[in-house]
Structure formats: C-alpha cells, structure tokens
C-alpha cells in the first residue's frame, strides 16, 4: 500500500520521538515492535510505537498526497529526520522501501511488513478530566520510588486509590515510600485501586509537559491517557499493593526544620565523598545539621548547616541517592525530617504542603 | 517433542492480535503441551507461543492447529506445506548445575531448615529419587515427609522440576503423602501461582541473613 504525505521535519521528529518512547528495546516475540507503526488517512499522520505493554500514538496534521500504512525501524527512522535540514520533508512508500526527501539528503530504508504490528485497542470507558500541571508534578513525586525490579511486579508499579474525596498516589520499592494525596480529583470510585506501570507514567510526565489538562479512560486490564494529539495507553499490574499505612510511624520524636534548597545542594556536595555504596550521615542537634560521608582510602566531606531541631541528638545514616529524590520531589521551600531512632524509617515532608511524604529507611552503620 | 518443519501462517488472537504471514518455521510441539514457532534466527526466543496448560488440536486433514489456553488465548497454525515431521522422546531433563551461590543456599538451609518454616527437621541432602536427588528432603513436625527444592531465583522450571520429584517420591508407600516446598530467594510471580496451583508452598528466604551477615541497607518491609 503506497503512502506519500509532505511535512516539516520538526513536526514528524517530535511524532517519531513521542512514540518511539513505547518502542520495545528488547527485542522479543514481535520483531515488528522494534518499528513505529505509520498510517496515513487524508492529511491525518498517525505514528504508534507500542512494547504491548506501553503504547504511545501520537496523531499530526501533514500535507497527505496518499493514504498508506507503513512499518518503519524506529531508531534508525527518528536519527535520520533528526539529522535532516530544517524545513519540509517528502515520504513516499513504495514497495517495501520508505524513502524520506529532504534536499540535499535522500533516504530510501527497507520497511518492516505492517500486517505484523498487533491491533492494540485502548479502553472504552467514560473519560475523566485530570489538571496537566497538578497531576504531573504527583507523578514526578511518586515515579522515582517505584522499584525497577522486575521480579517483584507489584513494586515497580503506582498505587492509584480513591481517597477520601481525591485520588492518592503510592509508590515503593521497599527502602523508600512516596505518598502524594491529589485534592479534588475523583477519577474512581470509592475504593475502587489501580496498579499503574510506573515506567509509563513516567513517559506520561514526561508527554504532559505544559499541557493544561488531560483524559483518562480505565479498562479493565489498561488505561488510557490522552494528552493533546498524544495517546497513552498502559497495561495494569495485577496484585495487591503493600499495605504500607502500617509502615507510616505515627510518633516522630525528632523534627528537623531546614531550607530545602540548602540542604538539596549540600548533600549532592558531601555525596560526592560518599562512594562505593557509603551512606551519608545526617547529625541533628539544637546546633543544627551536620552532614558527613566517609569513604575508606578515597576521603571525607563535611558540611554544617542551620536548621531549627527539636529532640534528642541523633546521627542517621541514609542512602545519599534516595534521601536526594526525596528532597527533590518534596515541594515548598522549606522540609521537616522527622525521625525516631537511627534505625527506624524517617518521615520527609513539606512544611507547606500537606499532600505529600516521603518515608525513607535509614541505612545501618557501624 | 514434536519438531515440524513447515511453510505455515500463523495468527494469535489474545490480549492483543498479532499475525505472521506465510512463511517456514520450526513449530515445536513440547511434552508438557507448549507450543512455540521459531524463525530461523535469534538465540531462544520463538516469534509466538502457547505456554502449557493449553488444548491442542490438530486437525491433520486441513492442517490446521489451534491452541487454545484456560484464559481463552487461541494461537491457531495453519500448515501450507510440510517439509519435515519428527517426534523424539527427550526424557526428563536433569536440569542446570546449580551455581555457587545455590550450593551454598542449600548447604545453608540443611543446617537450619526451621528457617523454611517452624518445626521441620532434615531427613538427608541430595535424597535420591529415579529422576535425579532432590534437594533437602525432611519431616514436618507431625511427622510428615516434606521435599524441598532449593533456586536461587525460582522460577517455573523449578516448579515442574518439584512437581516431577514429587510425583516420584509420592509412589513410595514408605513415604508418601510426600509434599513439596519451594525454597529461593525470589520466587517469580508465574512460579508461585503454578506452586499454589500444584499444592506446593513457597519460601523466600535471605541469603544474607542465612549466612549471619545483617544487610546495612533496611527495608520498610
């Protein structure tokens, strides 16, 4: 089936970059994932890049000659138009061959047969309205403590649970815990808890960027995210998420008070001496912070710092990486770290904004 | 194993739809009931398959097999040409050697089995069957015979490899009933299901924590 269509190279790049995101890297059963999926209605450019798990379409207005369907490899595709000159870039199908004009430069690459790539429905339900900024901003406070371990399915995936009158997000891959509550978002019903990929909602952050809203469509087994002329459709990890209430301390005798922007520059300072697995060591006093990393045969850093603490000295060792995402994704200007001994988990959160907590364990030490 | 060699056409309709045109495979057809089509290319992974349990029907007449699975999965095969069809019996394979890190779980576990669970006591290490040793073999508290095969990532392969041990062992009258544990340090999702399903428990266990080495980096749970 030929298919010929004119447009500006930036317009397909960001298409092909889009949904190449979804595009299987591993290879597998479907050779034919490691392609995005092109077709042409009118001056209608629909590209989908899908790992069956994650699919991403991105739909987009093109000068369209012929309809067409057409399988191309996605890498080698989204290098070649990201190499080309600015402005208009001619695609014509023919035969088994894709050819992209873009003067001086012609390409001619071998397609991959379009008749493999799988039909992939996404979920029909009622759509939801969600605010773009307000639920990006959850996301990237969630995304980072999901677990990347595939043998433990559930934990690389994000609790969403309707509570009490909005949604919260959960997420934890059992050192750390995020907690983000979103106020007057009722996407479902009550009780009513889903198991969402967190490496799809992570392109999904990334996808929303400004965008001032977005759907949500839930099936059974996916949901279905629309962000502008952009489609995300995920699978749901099936299983029960950890019942992590039980791990939230209810009585933090210690409370430490600090600017987050301070204390955000001085661990990725002193973290540089904290190498080959080393924790950073966090001492609390009525004097204020003292941050110190050790690592044997390489050196040492230090750092005082103010900050306003209630309770006994304590010194608390932490993984300088996870305490760094907590401080990160914490919004506000100013954090409380609340602890109770050096060994049991420690609350982070915000002094201003009570939607969000981040529970961390502290690392042993000597 | 049945091992056909054929120009076919194959659709899978699923979660998903996915078709592969005409073309010649290798269609294998294993003992356990998986079905897979392989391409004359990659290392190990088939371009479709069916896992077991499945029901396969062929039809040899329109050359026609449709594999259809519990959740209602249907991989339908529809043989062109045949250009060859054999059949050999494998036998039960031994299985992988196991790894440094598996001997010494399994050496670990012999001197504490009560770290499987309460009350269990050690019969033997490597207690022998007509298939191949089982890992540890004990008694429960109440006297019960109990097989316990040691992974240090357990997956299905070590589940079917128990299910055939215990299907062994359960003929003796001596000591039959015989039941199974599953010992790794991460058992995979798939695993534990196909366990649950055979009446087999599972086990994860620390291998730090076996060896008296406390990890420094604590967990929530």
Known sequence: MGMKFRCERDILQNALVSAGRAVSTRGGALPVLSGVHLVLVGDLLTVTGSDIDLTITVRTTVAGAEDGVAVVPAKLVTDIVRSLRPGAVDITMEGDELSMVSPPSEFAIRTIPADEFPELTAPEGDAVTLQGAAFRGALQQVVKSASSDDARPILTGVLMAAEDDGLRLVSTDSYRLSVCDLAGTSILSDGQKVLVPSKSLLELSRLIGDSEELTLRLG?????????NVSVTTRLIEGDFPNYRGLIPTNHPNRLTIDRGALLDAVKRVRLMAQESTPIRLSMSSDGLELVAVTQDVGQAHESMPAAYQGEDLTVAFNPEYLIDGIEVAPGDEITLETVDELK?????????????????????? | MRLVIARCTVDYEGRLRAHLPEATRLVMVKADGCVAIHADGGAYKPLNWMNSPNRLVMDDHTGVWTVRSPKGDVLTITLHEVFSDTAHDLGVDPGLRKDGVEAHLQELLADHPGSIADGLRLVRREFPTDIGPVDLMCRDAHGVAVAIEVKRRGEIDGV?????????????????????????????????VLAADREIDCVEVDYDELRGIESPNLKLF
Do not use: C
């Open chain 1, 220 to 228: 059974q087994q996916e949901a279905s995210f629309e962000v502008g």
């Open chain 2, 160 to 192: 079917e490899q128990l299910t055939r041990y215990l299907d062994f062992l359960n003929r003796d009258p001596t000591l039959s009933p015989v039941r199974g544990v599953f010992v790794a340090q991460v058992i995979k999702p798939q695993a534990k």
């Open chain 1, 345 to 366: 988990p420690a609350l982070l959160r915000s002094v201003e904004d009570e939607d969000f907590l981040y529970l961390l364990m502290p690392v042993r030490v000597s």
